[in-house]
Nanobody, 122 residues
């Protein structure tokens, strides 16, 4: 069972990126997938989540209206589209999987991908 996160990079303020979280060894739409990030000097925080049960979505207040989470079941992949990026969004981003509904408690997630680094800078 593996999660592979990708799509990070260097982008200017106001720019966009799309992160991907590809699953292998299990069917992603049976699981809830959450994108977390860990900004410098801060704890890992939940950014956006999509429920495997209902498909409902959750966004942290800091990214509402700018980020969109989606799932492609055919590709067994979850995406995080990030628009209007600003320097405060700079962090490694991790995707994680669990059964059940969305939660921001990192301890509830059984499977983690490696981080993909997002750097927003001019």
């Amino acid at each position: 069972v593996q999660l592979q996160a990708s799509g990070g990079g260097l982008v200017q303020p106001g720019g966009s990126l799309r992160l991907s979280c590809a699953a292998s060894g299990f069917t992603l739409d049976h699981y809830t997938i959450h994108w977390f990030r860990q900004r410098p000097g801060k704890e890992r925080e939940g950014v956006s989540c999509i429920s495997g049960l209902s498909g409902s979505t959750y966004y942290a207040d800091s990214v509402k209206g700018r980020f969109t989470i989606s799932r492609d079941n055919n590709k067994n992949t979850v995406y995080l589209r990030m628009n209007s990026l600003n320097p405060d969004d700079t962090a490694p981003y991790y995707c994680a999987a669990k059964e059940g509904s969305c939660s921001s408690d990192v301890n509830e997630y059984n499977y983690w991908g490696q981080g993909t680094l997002v750097t927003v800078s001019s």
